[in-house]
């Protein structure tokens, strides 16, 4: 147990487990699902209040985000996997032009599209997640169509890549 | 029996705590590497799939019992049909760019990839885009007429009336789901050790 946590990575099926348990666990103690799209809200909302000159309160459900940023870097700094890298390994191998130009707004776009379907959606992937748990059809629609896209998209570019 | 009902510094510490297990979790299993999600939608690596499966064949039956007893109460966010549609759109599309949903991304910045703090500005960076063009997206996708009402369907057939069946179908379909993906994966894996082999 000891090696596995410090050395070995878990495997997909003692983690959908873990998953499983750590959502009921939350909404046990807390009562309600963590890291849910309010929390990503409030964030946006306290960095412009302190642009401001506000001061703001920090709520439990940042507390949660503080907390995954926490148990990660403990995580990898225990098993060594912590390794500073200020550019994915996929977009380096593309050489500086890319990485320092291209690479950036990718990441960028990629991420801001990612939080405007999940606003648009309704919920965070971490609450719907915890949904789909519930038996809510609606979020089964929603994986099914953002993964299909996603592969579809994906072997697109895959394919252009290796034509190049 | 019903949820703790945690308030103040009990509850800050109990989501700190919380937040810290997830975060080791989503690291561990690799979740937190974008190349797991870049990988999944090729194929090339299913863990992603396979996690969800299991957590849902898991998590179903634990998730009815607990609830059926007051153990853990369900808060389900009021989905739509067409903003659930368009939405997934969008996020498919930022996932195959950036690799990572919010709380990966935030976990990948913890194990020291820099890179995924832009990528979560980027997601930050959209709350006032989106609350700027809320008229147009209440005009044109939220305020459309659903043409089915999921939500109520899952409540009353689902879960919450007694219609138990589903609370074993959907388990089994994902057992079943994730040990498929699971041998595909192995099976693609092995192709490329064989080809080694032979050129040797």
Redesign the interface.
Known sequence: MNKL?TTG????????????????????????????ITA??N???K??GLYNGNTPS?S??E??????????????LV?K???????????LSKGPAYYLTTG?I????????????????????????N?????????G???I???????V???M??VKIEEK | MHPLELTGTYKLLAALLVGFLFGFVLLQCGLSNRKTFMDQFSFKDNSFAIIFFISVAIGVPVCYFLTKYGIIKLHPTDYKFWPIVIGALFTGLGLVLCGHIPITAISSFGSGKIYSLWIFIGMLAAFPVINLARPIINDYITNKTDPVDLNLISQNSLFFQGHTAMLYIIPIVCLVLALFLRLIQRSSGAKPSKKKEDSK
């Open positions: 946590l990575k878990i495997s997909p099926f003692v983690a959908g487990v873990l998953m499983a348990f750590l959502f009921m666990i939350t909404a046990y103690i807390l009562d309600d699902c963590a890291g849910a990503y809200s964030i946006t909302d960095v412009i920090i439990w459900e507390i949660f985000l503080v907390g995954v940023l926490l148990g990660s870097f403990v995580c990898a098993t996997q912590f390794k500073l890298q200020l550019f994915p390994e996929d977009h950036l990718i990441n960028f776009l990629g991420g801001f599209l990612v939080m405007c379907g999940l606003i648009i959606a309704g919920d965070s992937f971490l609450k719907m997640w949904d789909a748990l519930g038996l809510f059809i609606i979020v629609l929603f994986l169509i953002m993964f299909i896209e996603s592969v998209i994906g072997t570019l895959s």
